[in-house]
């Protein structure tokens, strides 16, 4: 597998495997959200703003990346995804990893935090993740917002 930045060129495929998401991951609402985050990475990257996606033999199978609030000092990791017919394979799991590490590395003192919906969060616990809170209906009906914290003990 191999982890590269994002090009303007990803946007059709990290648009449908988004799409392949919907509406259990992701809420339709959001596809415009994404999409323009999408088109604000065609710009060169900050070193606090980070956006990748991922390979496995020269397929784009998913994509994922953060960004650093330096009044916070905290990372956020956003827009996290794999296209949905390839769940359950292990990328998930490596992609979330890499991430950690890219981020940890160049934010070493900072906290680690994320927010996602019910039906990510057991994996996002097993990646060490604790729920800080929950909002219930918190991006749509049905789907609640988690807050999510590493601590700091579970970082890579």
Same mark, same amino acid.
């Given at each position: +597998? ?5 090009? @303007? *060129?990803?946007? %059709? #495929?990290?648009? *449908?495997? &988004? ?5 259990? &991951?992701? @809420? ?5 959200? !994404? ?7 065609? !710009?060169?990257?900050? @070193? ?5 996606? +991922? ?8 994509? =994922? =990346? ?11 990791? %956003?827009?996290?995804? #794999? ?6 394979? $292990? ?24 927010? %996602? %919906?019910?039906?990510?969060?057991? &994996?996002?616990?097993? +990646? ?9 209906? =918190?991006?749509? @009906? $049905? ?14």
């Amino acid at each position: +597998m191999k982890v590269r930045a994002y090009q @303007a *060129s990803d946007k %059709t #495929i990290c648009r *449908s495997m &988004f799409v392949s998401n919907m509406p259990r &991951f992701f @809420a339709p609402h959001e596809l415009p959200d !994404f999409e323009q985050w999408l088109d604000r990475r065609v !710009f060169p990257a900050l @070193a606090h703003d980070q956006y990748f996606v +991922m390979e496995d033999k020269g397929e784009v199978v998913g994509c =994922g =990346g953060y960004y650093f609030d330096p009044q916070r000092n905290m990372v956020r990791f %956003t827009w996290g995804l #794999i296209n949905n017919a390839l769940h359950r394979r $292990g990328y998930g799991r490596f992609f979330m990893h890499y991430r950690m590490q890219h981020a940890a590395n160049a934010f070493p003192d900072a906290t680690l935090a994320m927010d %996602t %919906t019910q039906h990510s969060w057991p &994996f996002f616990q097993k +990646m060490g993740f604790e729920c800080l809170s929950v909002l219930k209906d =918190g991006y749509c @009906a $049905g789907m609640d917002r988690y807050e999510l914290i590493l601590p700091p003990n579970n970082k890579p």
